[in-house]
């Protein structure tokens, strides 16, 4: 028989281990799974995981599509700390997609040193406002918070929609639901010859700094991580909520904000509806499975960019549907999910005794006997 013990206290080891065992399974499974699909498992594996950063551009490109989601992440992480289960992310990187596009659309033909500057504030504007009507709801309305940001997810997406086909529309781009192409002064500079790697790089390496700096070394991050790992000891101790919840909130719309402007001033170039596959949801696969770390989402956030580029090139190469990313990343997050029962429970094997059984047996039928 197998069956699960419950430890007096919650395993440091695993806790490390499980996200690695989750990323071993997931690869098995991966290999079960192209097997059934008629594919070389070894061929198919190489081609998603290996193939696309075979050389420097490939390296580059994953860079490019780990930014927003670290960007994202890293934001989460702090909610996540503050047990603010912010699933919102997605929506305010659209918000700041399409902020950023309607500053940038005003400086298609200018030459102005602040058009980049104030794209890029533009987009982190819109994600805290979109972020702030969570916090508000939150906070006033007592709502519940993954119910309202996973909807504002749907509002954003239609807003930007509406944006493409109407106000952002381009009128000399023969109808087609996309903005002009931005002006150079607003794109954000590539940092690297032959290569799409943009300045949001450098973006991405403040805000890892930035966020290990607040968790660790100051007192709001002390008080964040105690508020959400005991709300009563947080408000014994005099530490305000209000402000601890609006600042978590703020911080993660501003990073998704600051992501979505990226997108559309960096690699795209313009606003279109497709700016984003879905990285805000990726991130929070990518801030559990990094233990809620900067170091560890940064590691998780390059896991998951690969497996975007690997889904891509599975289509291309292998014909497979590119709903095979989707697959992947759900096996990730249900085997880390998995997997996580083993930091609170420890797996115990006992042989299974049938004298004791048989003994129990009797012993149980043996009062109606008599009676």
């Known amino acids: 028989m197998i069956r699960l013990e419950a430890r007096v206290q919650h395993s440091t080891v695993w806790g490390y281990s499980s996200p690695l065992l989750a990323v071993l399974l997931t690869l098995l499974t991966g290999y079960i799974l ?7 498992p070894s061929e198919a594996l190489y081609t998603f995981f290996i193939a696309p950063i075979a050389d420097w551009y490939g390296i580059s490109e ?4 780990t930014i927003p989601i670290l960007l994202c992440a890293y934001g989460l992480a702090l909610c996540f ?3 603010v289960w912010n699933i919102g992310a997605e929506g305010q990187l659209l918000m700041g997609g399409v902020a950023a596009s309607a500053v940038a659309t005003l400086f298609v033909h200018s030459d102005s040193i602040w058009a980049m500057p104030l794209t890029l504030l533009a987009g982190i504007a819109g994600g805290i406002g979109w972020a702030a009507l969570a916090a508000f709801m939150k906070l006033r309305l007592n709502t519940n918070e993954i119910l309202v940001t996973i909807m504002m997810n749907y509002i954003a997406l239609n807003i930007l929609l509406w944006a493409v086909h109407g106000p952002l529309k381009d009128p000399d781009g023969f109808n087609f639901p996309e903005s002009a192409l931005f002006g150079d002064s607003t794109l954000l500079p590539v940092l690297f010859a032959d290569t799409r790697l943009h300045l949001g ?3 991405c390496a403040i ?4 966020s290990w700096l607040f968790i660790s070394k100051s007192f709001l991050g002390f008080q964040t991580q105690v508020l959400g790992q005991d709300r009563s000891a947080a408000k014994m101790a005099g530490f305000n909520q209000t402000k601890l919840v609006t600042l978590v909130l703020l911080v993660c719309g501003a990073l998704a904000g600051l992501a979505g402007a990226g997108e559309v001033a960096g690699p795209i170039g313009q606003l279109v509806p497709q700016i984003s596959p879905g990285y805000g949801y990726a991130a929070i696969i990518v801030a559990f499975l990094g233990r809620l770390h900067p170091v560890g989402i940064t590691l998780a956030g390059l896991l998951m960019g690969l497996i975007y580029m690997g889904g891509e090139m599975a289509q291309i190469e292998l014909g497979l549907p590119n709903a095979i990313t989707g697959i992947f990343q759900g096996l990730m997050l249900f085997f880390l999910l998995s997997c996580d029962v083993l930091i609170r429970y420890r797996v115990r094997f006992k042989r299974f005794d049938k004298s004791n059984s048989a003994d129990n047996t009797s012993s149980s039928l043996a009062p109606q006997a008599q009676e």
């Open 207 to 210: 805000a890892m700094a930035l």
């Open 62 to 65: 994953l860079l490019v599509k």
């Open 34 to 40: 192209f097997a059934a699909l008629g594919q070389s």
């Open 81 to 83: 700390r503050a047990s």
């Open 201 to 203: 790089l450098v973006f």
